[in-house]
């Protein structure tokens, strides 16, 4: 499996320079860069919380346990049946929560403050799902497993980190400019196999 410690040990090969403590810093920026676009891989439908009676606010690093960029959408199930609930202005929800202080099953949300903001007040636990473009963390660990940076756009981030190296430690302008252009061109494919991989069509009835 890719890993951090594996995309060090190739820069200083392909650079044949010995920097392992500048190198992960510049992989560590260059994910930080590119957390905030959104490919394929970094699209989820698997995130789920359980609402709290009486509780409107869900913090995504305490309560929902992990930080999105963009709410796609929030479903709530009770029994057998999922409900997608409406995504409002939390300036509207917060009216409407101060206006109205009776708890049942929601039916709008809002993004506000870190916080996935409810409405009405849950009168119940119940399952909700979160999906939209997630935040993938940067590596604890140089050995860490299955992180789609490290899968998914592995050359992607070793291109830039390799580029800030030679621009900013390294002094090399003619080796940054090249790398910059072979990270664009890995940014570019990734943008284009998202857009090929989410990319919306025509659903064609099936003739019986």
């Known amino acids: 499996m890719t890993t951090q410690a594996a995309m060090i040990a190739e820069i200083e090969s392909d650079t044949e320079r010995s920097d392992t403590a500048a190198i992960r810093s510049k992989i560590a920026a260059a994910i930080r860069k590119y957390q905030k676009v959104r490919f394929w891989f970094n699209e989820s439908r698997d995130v789920t919380f359980n ?23 929030l479903f709530v199930t009770q029994g057998t049946n999922t409900y997608a609930l409406d995504k409002c202005d939390y300036r509207s929800l917060e009216i409407l929560l101060d206006a109205n202080t009776t708890s049942s099953l929601p039916i709008s949300f809002a993004y506000i403050d870190s916080k996935a903001r ?3 007040y849950p009168d119940a ?4 799902r979160m999906t939209g473009h997630v935040k993938i963390d940067v590596p604890t660990s140089d050995g860490d497993v299955d992180n789609e940076w490290f899968t998914e756009a592995y ?3 070793m291109a830039d980190a390799k ?3 030679y621009a900013h430690r390294w002094e090399d302008p003619t080796q940054a400019s090249i790398m910059r252009a072979a990270r664009d061109e890995y940014l570019s494919d990734l943008k284009a196999a998202s857009a090929s991989k989410t990319g919306t069509g025509s659903i064609r009835p099936t003739q019986f």
């Open 125 to 128: 636990v119940y399952s909700a």
């Open 155 to 157: 050359d992607l981030i």
């Open 118 to 120: 409810l409405y009405p």
């Open 163 to 165: 580029a800030e190296l």
């Open 51 to 73: 609402t709290v009676a009486d509780q409107s606010d869900y913090g995504f690093t305490a309560d929902i346990g992990t930080e999105f960029y963009t709410i796609d959408g």
